[in-house]
Structure formats: structure tokens, C-alpha cells
């Protein structure tokens, strides 16, 4: 069941929100009241953007975006995500200490989709 509230939750003073360093997901800001007279469900499937979320699931996000992950996939992710970052980091620090210039990091890339400079 899906909560009712969910598809209709905004968040305001983003400024007061970012500066607590509280971690807050709505749908969008708005600068109306907020809504306090509905309870919502707990341990409920409920909808993040247009993704279903179950009890469990992992919902983390950042300034690039928002990622939900099944609670039977966690380790796997996790596993997953530090070796591709420990990946990205060595390759990344073998080119800056060759000298390599950031704008080089994607040339064969761009060359290879037929990026030209006019």
C-alpha cells in the first residue's frame, strides 16, 4: 500500500535544512505550510519520484541525484561501488602525477563519438 501523503510531500526553508546538515528527501520545495495533521504509514511500501520503495530498501542521494537499492542488493552495491571508486582514484592519480590535464581524461572517448572543435 502506498501511503496517500507521499505523492504530495514538499519541504521548505532549504536554506535551514542544508545548513543542519539533516539529510531531507520531498518531492519538491514550496513555500507553504507544511502539512502535520496526517501520520503517514511506517514500514510501508511508498513511492520516491516514480519508484516504488520498500521497507528496507536504501534511499541515498546526494547533490547529483538520488539512488534507491533493494535491501537483498546492498552488498553487492557497496562491493561494487568502493572498487569502482578505488578504481577511479588510482587511474585518476596515475594520469595527474604523468602530468595528464583533466581535459585529456575523456579524448579517446569524445574522438571516438566524432567530437571535432570547429
Known sequence: MVSPASSSITARDAEAIIA????????????RGTVKD???LIN???VCGEYLVYPGDLVLGDDDGVVIISREGTEDVLENSIARMEDEA????EDISKGV???HFFKDRLDELGLREE
Do not use: A, C, M
Open 38 to 40: 496526517n501520520l503517514g
Open 90 to 93: 588510482k587511474e585518476i592519480e
Open 20 to 31: 543542519s546538515g539533516f539529510p531531507v528527501f520531498s518531492r519538491g520545495l514550496s513555500i
Open 101 to 103: 590535464l583533466t581535459e
Open 44 to 46: 510501508h511500501p511508498t
